[in-house]
C-alpha cells in the first residue's frame, strides 16, 4: 500500500490527537486501563482490517455503551418526551456521537453504530498507513514513546507507562 507524505503526515497526526486525548482523560496511575485498552484495539483491529470476515469484529459489544436520551429539533411530541436519541460510546477510543436524526430509537441506534463502525474503520486505517510495511507492534511502541515523553509524570505513572512500552515493543499482551 503506497501512501504519499501528505496522507501519512495526517494520518499521524491523526492518530497523535487521539492518543493525546487519550492521555488526558487518564489521570490516575493506576487508571491507565484506558491506554492499555486503546492499544490492544488497535492491535487486535489491524488484524481484523486484513481479514474481510473479520471486520464486525472491530467493534464489538462490549467496548460500546450504548445511552438514549431525549433529541431536541424536529418531530414533535414524540421526540420532545422521549428518549429517541442514541448516543454512543466506543470506550477503548473513547469516541463518542449522538445521533437523533430519526424519530425512533431503534433507528437512531442502528445509524450510531453504522456511523461508528465507519469512524472507528477509518481511524485503523489511519493506523494502517502510518505502520506501511513495518511491524505494529513496533510503531505503535514508537508512537507511544512519543507520546509519554511530553507528559509530566509523577513516579508510578511512569512505571505503568514504562511497563505498557516494554510490551509493547515486545508483543506482548498490555
Do not use: C
Not at 81 to 99: D, Q
Not at 121 to 131: T, Y
Amino acid at each position: 500500500m503506497r501512501v504519499n507524505n501528505k496522507e501519512l503526515g495526517k494520518a499521524r497526526r491523526e492518530i497523535d490527537e487521539q492518543i493525546k486525548k487519550l492521555f488526558k482523560k487518564e489521570t490516575n496511575p493506576a487508571l491507565h486501563r484506558g491506554i492499555k485498552d486503546y492499544f490492544e484495539w488497535v492491535r487486535f483491529g489491524l488484524v481484523a482490517m486484513s481479514e474481510s470476515d473479520q471486520k464486525a469484529e472491530i467493534m464489538p459489544e462490549k467496548d460500546v455503551k450504548v445511552d438514549y436520551v431525549k433529541a431536541s429539533g424536529s418531530g414533535g411530541q414524540n421526540v420532545n418526551k422521549r428518549n429517541t436519541a442514541a448516543s454512543i460510546r466506543h470506550n477503548p477510543t473513547m469516541f463518542f456521537l449522538k445521533n437523533k436524526k430519526t424519530r425512533t430509537q431503534f433507528e437512531n441506534e442502528e445509524q450510531a453504530r453504522e456511523i461508528m463502525f465507519k469512524r472507528l474503520e477509518g481511524h485503523l486505517n489511519s493506523w494502517k498507513r502510518v505502520v506501511g510495511e513495518r511491524k505494529p507492534d513496533e510503531v505503535m511502541s514508537e508512537i507511544f514513546e512519543g507520546a509519554i515523553s511530553e507528559r509530566t509524570m509523577v513516579s508510578r505513572e511512569a512505571e505503568v507507562l514504562e511497563r505498557v512500552g516494554v510490551n509493547l515493543k515486545e508483543g506482548k499482551n498490555l
